[in-house]
């Protein structure tokens, strides 16, 4: 099946900074990718969804100031979490529709834990 | 009413048993019906999909969907413990994708 990566696997930052989250679709392009944010022991929530060479849309709730989605290329979305707090922290999880496989799918990568001190 | 409820567990059940994970949702649109499994601090993947009523079988697994209830089933049979994971399931319609809070299973070697 199609693969997703998602880098760094898991990061710690300093309570003010900006933190990049990269998600790659390896062997398919990808036009579409989305960002889910994960608590412990809770569901995935959708915060946006990242289209190719256009602005993210995102969920009601999710400040798009805060989060920073930028999907340059067809194998690329970064999620950049700016001003970072300790209530950012979370897993953030990215996944990627291949646009030749069935509408349904979509590809999860591994996750980043996000940990803000 | 959420648009998907899913019982959130933990549902605890000995080695070999049959576990049955369900999901109910309000949309009459949703198409496709979907299960991810979810292991700790790792991204969901796709364990089955389905997008008609009645059953699909694979393996140990078996996926139900009942469109006039809007309830939706996931059958593991001869359960193990690395099945001990959290189940999600999805639908769609769309470019509408919507997750179930997820149930977290724990089989007992």
């Known amino acids: 099946g199609a693969v997703v990566s998602q880098h760094p696997s898991w990061v710690i930052c300093k309570s003010g900074t900006s933190v990049k989250i990269e998600c790659r679709s390896l062997?398919?392009?990808?036009?579409?990718m989305f960002w889910y944010r994960q608590f412990p022991k809770q569901s995935l929530m959708l915060m946006a969804t990242?289209?190719?060479?256009?602005?993210?849309?995102?969920e009601q709730g999710v400040e798009k100031d805060k989060f920073l989605i930028n999907h340059a290329s067809l194998t690329l979305s970064t999620l950049t979490v700016t001003s970072a707090h300790p209530e950012d922290s979370s897993f953030y999880i990215c996944?990627?529709?291949?646009?030749?496989?069935?509408?349904?799918?979509?590809?999860f990568g591994p996750g980043t834990r996000l940990t803000v001190t | 009413q959420k648009e998907v409820e899913q019982d959130p567990g933990p549902l605890s059940v000995p080695e070999g048993a049959i576990v049955s994970l369900n999901c109910t949702y309000s949309?009459?649109?949703?198409?496709?019906f979907m299960w991810y499994r979810q292991y700790s601090r790792k991204g969901p993947e796709l364990l089955m999909y389905?997008?008609?009523?009645g059953n699909k079988e694979d393996g140990r697994f078996t996926a139900q969907v009942d469109k006039s209830s809007k309830y939706i089933s996931l059958f593991i049979r001869d359960s193990q413990p690395s099945d001990s994971a959290t189940y999600l399931c999805?639908?769609?319609?769309?470019?509408?994708?919507?997750f179930g809070p997820g149930t977290r299973l724990s089989v007992l070697p």
């Open positions: 062997d398919f392009q990808a036009t579409t």
């Open positions: 389905t997008y008609s009523s």
């Open positions: 949309n009459s649109a949703f198409q496709y």
């Open positions: 990242s289209n190719e060479g256009s602005k993210a849309t995102y």
């Open positions: 999805a639908m769609s319609y769309g470019q509408n994708f919507v």
């Open positions: 996944s990627a529709r291949d646009p030749l496989g069935v509408s349904y799918e979509q590809y």
